[in-house]
């Protein structure tokens, strides 16, 4: 039992280490040996553990999916039940889209953990590998699709069209962009990091901001 505890340190020490240091130079960058060192581990343990430098990087992209899914999907599942049961229209989908964006807010600007994933995830957005689909498939595709569903019923426009899907990721970007360009509104703000009040103003703004594209009018495009 022992050895086996020891042994799953071992693969979430190289995990964590992978997380870092892959989201700091990139893939090809990253010699396994850089990370056994971080990790405290004997380099042969990332061969012995995941088959390799592929094999421990994809294991690194589904701990983050997971520990998102963690957040992601409970809240997910309670916004789903809250739309399901009540009238589509307006006034649920307000509601639904406040409460999405109250808890991307707990999990992305509030949290320490996103702040060490931001770099992988931000870095499969811009050259995805097939490690992406793993992110995509395990927590962004039904979240994503959810929102799109909540906003559709809201508006009067189809789901699964490409109006909804937009109106979707801009809400979600509208949350995200505080953690991707966190550094910019740090400047501007002139902290080093989010005060209680930015957080309380961020409270008031996002949730509001977002409910807002219920009302957006989109012209000159085909009904």
């Given at each position: 039992m022992?050895?086996?505890?020891?042994?799953?340190?071992?693969?979430l020490s190289?995990?964590e280490a992978?997380?870092e240091?892959?989201?700091e130079?990139?893939?090809?960058a990253?010699?396994?040996?850089?990370?056994?060192?971080k990790?405290g581990?004997?380099?042969?343990?990332i061969q012995?553990?995941?088959?390799?430098?592929?094999?421990?990087?994809?294991a690194?992209v589904v701990?983050i999916?997971?520990?998102?899914?963690?957040?992601?999907?409970?809240?997910a599942?309670?916004?789903?039940?809250e739309?399901?049961?009540?009238?589509a229209?307006?006034e649920?989908?307000?509601v639904?889209?406040?409460?999405?964006?109250?808890?991307?807010?707990n999990?992305?600007?509030?949290?320490?953990?996103p702040?060490?994933?931001?770099?992988?995830i931000l870095r499969?957005?811009?050259?995805p590998?097939a490690?992406?689909?793993?992110?995509y498939?395990?927590?962004?595709k039904?979240?994503h699709?959810?929102?799109?569903r909540i906003?559709?019923?809201?508006?009067?426009?189809?789901?699964d069209?490409?109006?909804?899907?937009?109106?979707?990721?801009?809400?979600i970007?509208s949350?995200?962009v505080?953690l991707?360009?966190r550094?910019?509104?740090?400047?501007?703000?002139?902290?080093d990091?989010?005060t209680e009040?930015?957080?309380?103003?961020?409270?008031?703004?996002l949730?509001?901001m977002?409910v807002?594209t219920?009302?957006?009018?989109?012209?000159g495009?085909?009904?």
């Amino acid at each position: 039992m022992k050895e086996k505890n020891k042994g799953e340190r071992t693969k979430l020490s190289l995990i964590e280490a992978g997380i870092e240091l892959f989201g700091e130079h990139g893939f090809t960058a990253t010699g396994t040996r850089m990370i056994a060192e971080k990790a405290g581990a004997n380099i042969s343990a990332i061969q012995y553990y995941f088959g390799g430098k592929e094999g421990l990087y994809r294991a690194a992209v589904v701990h983050i999916a997971e520990s998102i899914g963690g957040y992601i999907n409970p809240l997910a599942a309670e916004i789903r039940k809250e739309f399901e049961k009540s009238a589509a229209g307006r006034e649920v989908a307000a509601v639904c889209i406040k409460k999405a964006v109250t808890g991307l807010m707990n999990m992305m600007i509030k949290s320490e953990g996103p702040r060490r994933w931001s770099l992988i995830i931000l870095r499969e957005q811009a050259k995805p590998t097939a490690a992406f689909d793993i992110l995509y498939e395990s927590v962004m595709k039904e979240a994503h699709g959810l929102l799109s569903r909540i906003i559709a019923a809201g508006t009067g426009i189809e789901p699964d069209s490409a109006e909804a899907h937009l109106r979707a990721h801009a809400v979600i970007g509208s949350v995200l962009v505080f953690l991707s360009a966190r550094e910019t509104a740090l400047r501007r703000l002139g902290t080093d990091d989010y005060t209680e009040e930015h957080l309380r103003l961020l409270d008031m703004l996002l949730p509001a901001m977002a409910v807002s594209t219920l009302d957006a009018e989109i012209y000159g495009t085909e009904p």
